[in-house]
């Protein structure tokens, strides 16, 4: 089970994860990062996108997945509402995005999110669970 919160910071905006598994770390930072550009707003998950990415570590993965769905959401206007990562496994990642199309009166944007960092990130084991922790530029 993961949970997270969102951290505060000069002119920017933090992610930090706590997880049993990777794949838990990573829908959860997946969670923290919808929360912080939508709030709280709802969906349904009616489409699907499969993910396929590489990456040199976990860190790097990490930036990549959710670099990822910010560009579903730019290019393609997905919403995300479910986030499954099917495996994690050294350098790669498989996984699935699913939501329905953006709709600015039903899912309003609290934030807008320019890119995901590699300011401070760290995605490490602590205290026999996961720890990631990374920072955003608004």
Excluded at 87 to 114: A, M, N, W, Y
């Amino acid at each position: 089970m993961e949970s997270y919160r969102l951290l505060e910071h000069t002119a920017d905006m933090g992610i930090e994860v706590h997880a049993d598994t990777l794949e838990e770390l990573f829908a959860g930072a997946a969670c923290a990062l919808k929360e912080m550009i939508w709030g709280e707003a709802g969906g349904r998950a009616i489409e699907e996108r499969t993910v396929s990415l590489r990456g040199g570590d976990y860190g790097e993965l990490l930036v990549s997945w959710l670099s990822e769905i910010l560009y579903r959401f730019e290019v393609e206007g997905l919403f995300p509402v479910d986030f499954e990562l099917e495996e994690i496994k050294g350098t790669s990642l498989r996984g699935r995005i699913r939501g329905e199309p953006f709709d600015p009166l039903r899912h309003p944007v609290e934030r807008e999110v320019k890119a995901v960092t590699y300011h401070r990130l760290r995605v490490e084991p602590s205290d026999g669970r996961w720890l990631a922790r990374l920072y955003v530029d608004l």
